[in-house]
């Protein structure tokens, strides 16, 4: 009887994430392959396909069954597929159905309405015409943490859309150090010989075949993996085998290089997840924090090590030949992690990056909070920038006009960005403890051995566990721990500045 | 009352028609896109959002809805979109929802079953491990005749899914006409001197730069077309501003060309239906008839004039260099034109073609009445073949096995191939009666005028009409006739192999 119930919860499951896939596929096919002309109708053909699938997501004969499964998913082991489907489809299911269907169409459309408005402010340098949308954006957060039971903060409400169970306090203890001991060491730096750049130019043709080639040693494949050229880069696809991840080129620099083993983190989560999960709300990563670092770990503690660059530069060299003239590979490793505090997140640095996040969760809070009336925004935002990064605002489009993240309302979002970054160093820890020939495997190219322990110890799980429980499983706490990635930066940022190690 | 209970129907249908682009782009990205890895999944994204689509369709609330509304509809112009909507929508619904579901579903499944069984039994001309698969698509294909009330021909209930309207008697009678009057034209023309034909290679690069000045002179433009090739071409899209055709290479010829001129047929006919039809059931070509018209016209009467090729041959030249060396437009002319008997259907010249489906329309209609032992297929294809085109069939590979068709349980399609031809030469007659500037517009790359013709007298009818009446629209007559083509085709091959005009 329990066992029919939970075979029509499956199924009913497994039809709704048949929808959320297909939604993926009009996404990335509007970002990457879609003629202009097919905006106005792709809109309403995600808006059907989203509100169909939240609809029967927030059925009430979904809710019945699982009440009715209660039981019969407390006789499984906490980590079987029966339990766990039940365990994170009632958490769903029950945040979900408190949020009225008129009110998320409203922040849909909001959000929709919203976007083409901000990039006109961004453009035009002029806060005050994003203000309103700002402002009803904003209005509808408040009334969509409305929907629940509030209990330390309002913000934990949003935060916990992305990063499951975090509470903001405890973000903010953990800000708290990363401010004391980061903000610290970019200053040591700049007081350091700087590392010396000059301007290059790089073959964009060049940098696909360097990024294909790369990637593949990393695990990527054709028969699992699509790679595309697109605006704002992104990690996408249909299923555990089949993974679509995108790019951009700059010739300036190989800024687009390091964003695809960006995305190949993130690709790599959702390929490894165990493909028994598959057609489940199990079958993705746990959250954007764990996410965030899959991501950051393939770029930065992979893509930015001097071991990897001891195995590409000299094919980097081949391929774009006067660009890196008078480098090795030493000293190009020293280039592509030097540290230079600037105006904009997504072109930041390891060392900086996470103060651009920490002045956004201040201020994302303080709107929610009415500190300040919404026409000051620019004013905190530039007073935050000289004070954490010593960086002086020229004007709002490369300040508080940068991120698209407010114009889709998308307020709780930020913080995972700086939380993945900080995971990274703990997973890194433990890997490097575990597997001691790394180094030399990343040398000569053998990806393999990194590739399994994700596998083993984080990606097959997908969403079984929370992420507090899925952090414990891969570093032994449940605890996101700062220190482990500032050890990391000073670590490596002694060996390039000299400064204490 | 009436105007809430149509827009409530609108909305609905708007819905279930994003329903259907939306599976459309799952379709073509599968075709187009998708890594190897990502099939077994796509095809439970394929039927989930079929079956929502089909569900919500046959839904009593429509039903309802569409009964309240018969006098609104009746009330208002024939040619109104509110009669329109309500008259094509009956109609759908009237026929969609006598199909037990189960019944489709296993329909859908036995053709997903039947389709690697075929692709093997083509790879191994092995016929015997086909007929199970074949024999059960049929008796699937015969209870779902049993679903309707037939009136003269079981054949009438599966014409009429593509066909709608048509009557398998009235096929037979222009198909009759047909082989009297194609088949000794056939036999005439292979009593004359042949067209030499020597081998050659033509680059594909090369293709794909000349196809593509060829489709945007005809009116592809990037803002709301694709072009991507594939191994099977079709012509898709999500809306009348997104417009996917596809097409393959071959390195021996041009037929590339061709099949790239034909979907672009297909695509105008969907590009040019009027907006205001868009996320309505209304949003579409009116029978695959009518459909395959516009794409043989392009591909035909177009692509294959000569016209065209005083147009484009200097270009072809020089793209193609040896491979056209020794032609000129007029030789090359006589070349594509030439009249061949073959085997495969896809390949067939304009003289043949229609024999290969009047072949395969009389072997369905014989199947659907158990005429003869299942077994026997091959021989009866074989006979035929003979009868037909004087051509001795080697293999079943090369014969009865050659088509898709019949493993997805497709019977009733094929003809409307044939009629498609039929349907181009009637309105071309028409079009050049009221265009005589045309053959000289078309040497100056001018399409504009055949392409706005086409779009105020078919295309912008979306479905609004039948076939019947969109065709006495367009070409003052509600019959098929096949007069007009085999006019068309007795005077180009005239001027070709010098036979009696």
Partial sequence: MSRAAFDDLRQRLAEIQDLWKTAALLSWDQQVMMPSGGAAIRAEQLATVGRIAHTKFISADIGRLLEDLRGFGEHHDYDSFEASLIRVATRDWEKASKVPPDLRAEMSRSAALANPVWVAARRDNDFASFLPVLRKNLDLRKRYIDCFEVGDEPYDIVLDDYERGMKTAEVRRIFDYVKEHQSPLVKEVAEQTQVEKREKTFDIEAQKIFELE??????????????????????????????????RYFTDGLEGLFGTMHEFGHGLYEHQVDPSLERSPLARGT??????????????MVGRSLPFWRRFFPRAQELFGDALAGHDADSWYREVNAVEPSLIRVEADEATYNLHIILRFELEQAMLADEFPLEQLPEEWNRRMWEYLGIEVPNDTTGVLQ????????????????????????????????????????????????????????HRHGRKFTPTETLERVVGTSQIDPEPYVRYLREKLAGIYGIAA
């Fill in 287 to 300: 959250s954007l924090g764990l996410h965030e670092s899959q991501s950051r770990m393939w770029e930065n």
């Fill in 403 to 458: 991120d698209v993240h407010w114009s889709s309302g998308s307020i709780g979002y930020f913080p995972t960005y700086a939380l993945g970054n900080l995971i990274s160093a703990q997973i890194w820890e433990r890997i490097t403890a575990e597997l001691p020939d790394l180094p030399s495997a990343i040398e000569a190219g053998d990806f393999a051995p990194l590739r399994d322990w994700l596998r083993e110890n984080l």
């Fill in 214 to 247: 790369v990637v593949r040693e990393f695990g990527f494949s054709s028969d699992s993996w699509r790679l595309d050229p697109t605006v704002h880069p992104f990690a996408s696809g249909t299923g555990v085998t089949d993974i679509r991840i995108t790019t």
